[in-house]
């Protein structure tokens, strides 16, 4: 690997800790305060940021599930959904693969394998609804139904 390369690669894995910092925090004061929209905003903008960089960098799994949360994200902020107890618990369980699969990727400098992204993704595609909502049951708990994602 050329020193651009790992130049390359060493930048990913500090923009991506910043990035997943940002979510994990962004998310945990969402926790107390789900109607707060300027940090809907900001956890939206790190996703955004993490999925554009793998996909720089040719991660293309890593974004596509970047991508599907930053979608959960932009339901919320578009006012299609609100992040209750389940969803932002969703959203922490996405985020946590997705932060361990960016520092897997990060340090052997190739995308994940296809069997560790499909669950999260299939978990994240599942929760979008065709009414642009998230699915839970009657007492707020996440459905892990796949359910028909919007056209």
């Not at 905003?41 to 970047?66: D, F, P, Q």
Request: hydrophobic share 45%; aromatic share 2%; proline share 1%.
């Amino acid at each position: 690997m050329s020193a651009d390369e790992e130049s390359l690669w060493q930048s990913y894995a500090l923009d991506a800790e910043d990035a997943l910092r940002e979510i994990e925090d962004t998310l945990l004061a969402l926790e107390t305060s789900p109607e707060d929209l300027a940090s809907v905003h900001r956890l939206y903008r790190a996703l955004h940021t993490l999925k554009g960089n793998s996909a720089v960098i040719g991660l293309g799994r890593m974004e596509a599930l970047a991508h599907a949360v930053e979608d959960i994200v932009g339901r919320v902020r578009d006012g299609a959904a609100r992040f209750d107890a389940a969803l932002v618990e969703l959203t922490l369980e996405l985020t946590d693969g997705l932060a361990t699969l960016v520092r897997r990727a990060a340090a052997q400098h190739a995308d994940a394998a296809e069997e560790q992204i499909s669950p999260l993704l299939t978990l994240a595609q599942g929760c979008l609804t065709q009414n642009g909502g998230v699915a839970t049951d009657h007492e707020g708990v996440i459905s892990h139904t796949v359910i028909e994602r919007e056209r």
